[in-house]
T-cell receptor
């Protein structure tokens, strides 16, 4: 099993550009989520999904969209990037109560 | 929302020392996990421990749910233990709302 994979590892965007952060898992987990981590902070929940076709907002959803068309994939879309979205983004999947995190995507918005 | 406070924020120790990290939370939880974020940024699940005590090698954890705190013990520290340790909780009855993280304890183990 590859576990949870994320692409790209690094990305630089200009303000106003759009992009999609990819996340995939091969463990057949129903629950997936996106977090962001800012310096000196813990992780904060952006969006989550309890299964294909079902998504919901977390603590900091503004500026981000998600969809879940398959169990395996849970992409995160930035429609119009802002400097405040500079962060490290982690995707996670979960079975029972145990979370498995991807390696993260470092995003810099200029 | 639920508050999660971790202490100390920073800890510098010599190799071989023991340490205790604390996590206080403000409400009843049905899920508490400890994570280690290594210097390369990878998050590793250490324990799922909403109550009771668990041990895994040199690491152990205890959660006293009635008093709303959890402790992570690291014995005989090694340089590879360096990194940030996060406590994360989920409210009782919180459904699938996800984990709320503390700000972490940054641990540096010096050789």
């Amino acid at each position: 099993n590859a576990g949870v994979t994320q692409t790209p590892k690094f990305q630089v965007l200009k303000t106003g550009q759009s992009m999609t952060l990819q996340c995939a898992q091969d463990m057949n987990h129903e629950y997936m989520s996106w977090y962001r981590q800012d310096p000196g902070m813990g992780l904060r929940l952006i969006h989550y999904s309890v299964g294909a076709g079902i998504t919901d907002q977390g603590e900091v959803p503004n500026g981000y969209n998600v969809s879940r068309s398959t169990t395996e994939d849970f992409p995160l879309r930035l429609l119009s990037a802002a400097p405040s979205q500079t962060s490290v983004y982690f995707c996670a999947s979960r079975t029972g109560r145990t979370q498995y995190f991807g390696p993260g995507t470092r995003l810099l918005v200029l | 929302g639920i508050q999660v406070e971790q202490s100390p924020p920073d800890l510098i120790l010599q190799e071989g020392a023991n340490s205790t990290l604390r996590c206080n939370f403000s409400d009843s939880v049905n899920n508490l996990q400890w994570f280690h974020q290594n210097p390369w940024g990878q998050l590793i699940n250490l324990f799922y421990i909403p109550s009771g005590t668990k041990q895994n090698g040199r690491l152990s954890a205890t959660t006293v749910a009635t008093e709303r705190y959890s402790l992570l013990y690291i014995s005989s520290s090694q340089t590879t233990d360096s990194g940030v340790y996060f406590c994360a909780v989920e409210l009782t009855g919180g459904g699938a709302d996800g984990l709320t993280f503390g700000k972490g304890t940054h641990l540096i183990i010096q050789p």
